[in-house]
C-alpha cells in the first residue's frame, strides 16, 4: 500500500464497532444511514452549504475540499451497536478523522469518485449505506483564454462564446453571468441514484430529453460532463418543498432539462448564450400521473392542463424569490398548442442571479414558437 493512503479496504471504527464487521449489500429496510455534510461550494469557496441527505446522497467539491460528515445512525440505536465506518478508494491517510460520530475530512487531490461507507448490522444481516464526493474536474479552454472551445478529460463540449460581444443588451450586461464553468463531474449510469439534494439524484439531472421521454430525436448525444451550480440545486430543492407544502405536489418534479454543453444545446436550436450551459437551469413540469403523452398535469384541478398550470407553478418561483428565500434568475413559460388549444407545456427556471421572464406558445407539429406570453402581467385566472 502506498504510504499516506488508505485503499478502499482501511477501515476507520465508528461509536465502539468493530473492525472485522465486513460490509454486505444494502437492503430495503425502512431505516436507513442519514449524512449530514457541511462543505465549500465549488463555485463559491467563500460560500458554505450544509445539507442532510438520505443514504445514498452526495456531494460535489474541488479537489482538496474540507468536509464535515455527521452520520446519523438508523433507528432503532442497537442497529449502530456493530457498526463502523470506513473509505472507499484512496485517500491521503492524513487527511481524514473521526470524532465520536462525525468526520472531519480533506477531498483527494485527484478527481474522481469516492465514497464514505457506514455498514452496520440489524438482526443478522450487514447493511452498508455509502455517500458520495464527486471531486471535481476542472475545464479546459482552448488557448487558455477565459473564452473559447472548452473540453473535460479530452471531451469537446463545444464553444462559449464571449457575452461582451453578444447582440443581446441584457447579456452584455450582465456579463459577469455568462462566464466559462469551471469544474465539473462526469456522469456515469452507475452513479444516477446519488442524490445531489435531499430529492433529486443525479440521474434526475441528466437529460430527459435525449433519453427520448416524450419521444425527440437529436442529432448530437448529451455530453458525459456535467457542470452543476449549487444556486440551481438549492433553487429547486426550495421549489419542491414549497409545492409540497401548498399541496401541489406529492413527490419531485419532472426534470426534463439540466446541464447542456454547447455542442448539444446548439443541436436542440438553443441559443448561444442559454443558461443550461453554465449549469444553473432546469425545465420541468409537474408530472405525477405517468401520462407519456404530456409533459405536465391539471395541477390547479379545473379538468384540463393549460397555461393557468404553468402560470401558477411559475408564480411560486417568483414568490420564491422575492421572499429571498432562493437566488433571482429566469423563469419562461412554454405553452404546447395543438389546433390553437393549449393542451400541455413546462417551466425554465434558473438561478443567474437577475430577473428575466418570458413565455412562449409553441406548436406541438413544428416545435417551434409561434407566440409570446406576457404571463408575469396576466389574471391568475386569464
Not at 32 to 49: I, M
Not at 142 to 161: D, I, N, P, Q
Amino acid at each position: 500500500m502506498e504510504k499516506g493512503v488508505l485503499s478502499a479496504v482501511a477501515m476507520i471504527a465508528l461509536f465502539s464497532g468493530s473492525l472485522g464487521c465486513a460490509p454486505g449489500a444494502a437492503s430495503d429496510a425502512p431505516n436507513r444511514t442519514r449524512f449530514k455534510a457541511t462543505w465549500p461550494d465549488p463555485d463559491r469557496p467563500r460560500v458554505t452549504l450544509s445539507w442532510e441527505f438520505p443514504a445514498t446522497g452526495g456531494i460535489v467539491v474541488r479537489p482538496g475540499a474540507e468536509i464535515e460528515l455527521s452520520i446519523i445512525p438508523p433507528q432503532p440505536q442497537n442497529a449502530a451497536a456493530d457498526s463502523m465506518v470506513r473509505l472507499e478508494g484512496e485517500w491521503d491517510a492524513s487527511r481524514a478523522s473521526v470524532a465520536d460520530k462525525s468526520l472531519a475530512i480533506f477531498a483527494p487531490r485527484k478527481p474522481g469518485v469516492y465514497r464514505v461507507a457506514h455498514s452496520y448490522k440489524i438482526g443478522a444481516e450487514t447493511v452498508t449505506d455509502r455517500f458520495t464526493l464527486f471531486v471535481a474536474l476542472r475545464a479546459e479552454v482552448a488557448g487558455g483564454g477565459k473564452f473559447g472551445e472548452v473540453s473535460v478529460e479530452g471531451e469537446k463540449l463545444g464553444t462559449y462564446y464571449t457575452p461582451q460581444r453578444a447582440v443581446r443588451e441584457k447579456v452584455r450586461r450582465h456579463a459577469d453571468a455568462y462566464g466559462v464553468p469551471e469544474w465539473f463531474i462526469r456522469f456515469d449510469e452507475a452513479d444516477s441514484g446519488v442524490r445531489l439534494t435531499p430529492t433529486y439524484t443525479l440521474g434526475d439531472l441528466y437529460p430527459r430529453e435525449a433519453r427520448n421521454e416524450p419521444p425527440r430525436e437529436h442529432p448530437e448525444p448529451p455530453s458525459l460532463h456535467l457542470a452543476l451550480d449549487y444556486n440551481m440545486l438549492l433553487k429547486l430543492e426550495a421549489l419542491t418543498e414549497e409545492l409540497r407544502d401548498l399541496k401541489l405536489l406529492k413527490g419531485k418534479l419532472a426534470l426534463t432539462s439540466a446541464y447542456r454543453s454547447p455542442i448539444y444545446n446548439a443541436s436542440i436550436e438553443s441559443g448561444h448564450y442559454s443558461r443550461h450551459m453554465y449549469g444553473d437551469a432546469v425545465d420541468f413540469a409537474i408530472d405525477e400521473d405517468s401520462d407519456p403523452r404530456q409533459y405536465m398535469d391539471d395541477v390547479d384541478g379545473d379538468g384540463r392542463v393549460d397555461r393557468r398550470d404553468l402560470i401558477l407553478i411559475a408564480r411560486v418561483v417568483r414568490r420564491l424569490e422575492a421572499a429571498g428565500r432562493v437566488r433571482e434568475g429566469g423563469c419562461g413559460i412554454y405553452e404546447r398548442r395543438s389546433g390553437g388549444k393549449s393542451i400541455d407545456g413546462y417551466i425554465h427556471m434558473d438561478a443567474r442571479g437577475h430577473h428575466a421572464t418570458w413565455g412562449y406558445t409553441v406548436d406541438v407539429k413544428t416545435e417551434k414558437a409561434d407566440g409570446d406570453i406576457t404571463w408575469e402581467r396576466e389574471r391568475p385566472d386569464a
